[in-house]
């Protein structure tokens, strides 16, 4: 065969290969909130390719908050995700939606937050907060633990008007001195502070609620395809073993998936953001799921949360959390080698 020709041929082979390649990766439509820390792990392992290398290729959506995201999960417009525990149970009751893993421990990364010139008098008689107005977002991890910090004080719900806004409402009405109190969760939190002054009261951690962050997949996508499930699980453990290596890459990362989200906050916040929210590799993940005792760690949280939401009103009854919390998917990847491997690469 002529020389040119065989060069011919083993470039449309390689070029096929390519498209055959392309072709088998599989379509996984993934739903978050932007510039908030524990999606960063989705834009980390694009821009390192990571979901190719499990032969996945994702399909992003993006939402404001927990609820409308939620809702979004009836016409299955997301396959899996990562939300707020509040909307991951508010996801099991009305939806099916599957708790799969935690995406971080973001207890001291939602908060109570007042204006500056208010702040000192709050913060020195707690119980003035009564009959105050408090903007926050309801159903949220924000509105949790803004009632555990009222709880602290000896407060109840009733003991103040709720009025819910979106996040970047809060921000603008108490920039402009139309609230003095609002809920909200980082990098609100530091938004805020920067840019009008507001100080933290008192965070979910101080007022002694643990607030999960949750890695979600509609019901009926986990049961027919739980490889596919197994595969986003380890990419996202993937990337924060990477992220926790890397910080200085990780900062720069930060920077660029918050600005594409419209926040931007001092690098002193970005790294508050990992020395104050930790988060869990895989061995860590099944230690929180583990019921061989019972009850796991991480039933406990959800099922304070449900207790939560049943006293709001968002939910008639308290689901046990071993309806909707499943450690299967990560055992699945415990289980494969490969994944297993992948899933604790820190390079």
């Not at 020709?5 to 599989?26: D, E, I, K, M, N």
């Not at 139309?178 to 965070?203: H, Q, R």
């Not at 720069?252 to 419209?262: N, R, W």
Request: with cysteine.
């Amino acid at each position: 065969m002529h020389k040119t020709l065989r060069l011919v041929l083993a470039s449309a082979g390689l070029a096929a290969a390519g498209a055959a390649h392309a072709q088998a990766l599989t379509e996984i439509k993934v739903s978050y909130q932007p510039a908030l820390y524990w999606a960063l792990p989705f834009y980390a392992a694009t821009e390192k390719g990571w979901w190719a290398e499990v032969g996945l290729k994702p399909v992003f959506s993006t939402f404001p908050a927990g609820v409308p995201q939620i809702a979004a999960s009836a016409s299955k417009s997301w396959d899996v995700g990562g939300t707020g525990s509040v909307p991951a149970v508010l996801g099991h009751v009305r939806f099916g939606i599957k708790t799969i893993g935690v995406t971080n421990d973001e207890s001291a990364g939602n908060a109570l937050l007042a204006r500056k010139d208010m702040a000192d008098k709050f913060a020195k008689d707690p119980a003035s907060i009564k009959g105050q107005t408090i903007v926050l977002t309801a159903n949220s991890t924000g509105d949790y633990a803004v009632q555990s910090c009222l709880k602290k004080w000896g407060l109840a719900k009733g003991d103040v008007t709720i009025k819910n806004m979106g996040q970047a409402e809060i921000i603008s009405a108490m920039s402009s001195n139309n609230a003095d109190l609002g809920g909200l969760w980082a990098p609100n939190i530091y938004t805020l502070e920067e840019k009008a002054g507001a100080k933290v009261l008192c965070s979910g951690k101080e007022g002694g609620a643990i607030v999960p962050g949750a890695l979600i997949a509609r019901g009926d996508y986990a049961e027919q395809n739980p490889e596919n499930v197994a595969k986003f699980l380890a990419v996202y453990l993937r990337a924060w073993k990477w992220l926790n290596a890397n910080k200085t890459e990780a900062i720069a990362m930060m920077k660029k998936f918050y600005e594409q989200g419209g926040v931007t906050i001092s690098e002193a916040s970005m790294r508050k953001e990992f020395d104050t929210r930790p988060t869990f590799d895989l061995a860590g993940q099944l230690s929180r799921m583990d019921r061989s005792r019972g009850t796991s760690e991480m039933d406990g949280w959800f099922n304070e949360i449900a207790t939560f939401m049943r006293g709001t009103g968002a939910i008639q009854s308290v689901p046990q959390a071993s309806e909707y919390v499943t450690d299967a998917f990560m055992k699945r990847v415990q289980a494969d080698p490969k994944l297993r491997e992948f899933a604790n690469k820190a390079q």
